[in-house]
């Protein structure tokens, strides 16, 4: 499926939005200009949508699994507490010195932790309670992902799961390819799952919202 969000509705919503700022701005430029993969990057609408969603919640600890850029986690940031943090992890080094790079210029250098490695490692090291999670990393560790760290969501901890429509494959009537296979999987796995409550949004590629009971 090449198109899975009409053109027309993607360019006439992200008119409606409220814009970048510059630094978010120069990331989505450089980003678009010069990574292999950048269509992994969040992008102005989806962007704002975290932004928003943190301010309204007013976190005190976010976790991010797969920083890419940066882009995401500053967004997410800019609903963090006073005293809050955004822990953020990321497998590959060259994606994480490009992303510090950017957080030292904002207004939440202080607050964010940056990990580099295996967020299956990662994970079980980090003993914060979370309020918000974002789960965009890869896609055959997502149930690994949302095991490893549901324990340690509050009560009424929101996860964040993106790609959830891979593209549109997860709707084909026959899901051919490792990574929209992982994808329905873990779709499923969430649907049955009694601890949470979740509803699925056509934003973009697809966000799970989850709520922890």
């Known amino acids: 499926m090449d198109e899975l969000i009409n053109q027309l509705a993607e360019q006439y919503t992200a008119s409606f939005s409220t814009d970048e700022n510059a630094l ?73 010195a490009i992303a510090k790079a950017y957080f030292d210029q904002s207004a939440y250098s202080e607050q964010i932790v940056q990990l580099t490695g295996n967020a299956k490692e990662v994970i079980p090291t980090l003993t914060e309670m979370w309020d918000i999670v974002f789960i965009d990393a890869d896609k055959t560790g997502y149930i690994e992902y949302y095991e490893l760290i549901l324990p340690n969501v509050k009560p009424n901890g929101l996860m964040i799961a993106d790609n959830i429509l891979f593209h549109g494959q997860v709707l084909q009537p026959e899901i051919t390819g490792k990574n929209a296979i992982a994808i329905q999987s873990f779709n499923e796995h969430v649907k049955r799952d009694e601890r949470v409550e979740q509803v699925l949004l056509t934003v973009r590629d697809g966000l799970s919202f989850i709520r922890k009971k």
């Open 24 to 96: 978010l701005q120069s990331i989505n430029e450089y980003t678009t200009r010069h990574h292999p993969h950048a269509h992994m990057l969040s992008g102005k609408v989806q962007g704002h949508f975290l932004s928003i969603i943190s301010k309204l919640l007013q976190p005190k600890r976010i976790l991010e699994v797969g920083t890419f850029t940066g882009y995401s986690a500053l967004c997410l940031a800019n609903g963090l507490a006073m005293d809050g943090k955004l822990f953020t992890i990321e497998l590959r080094d060259e994606d994480a």
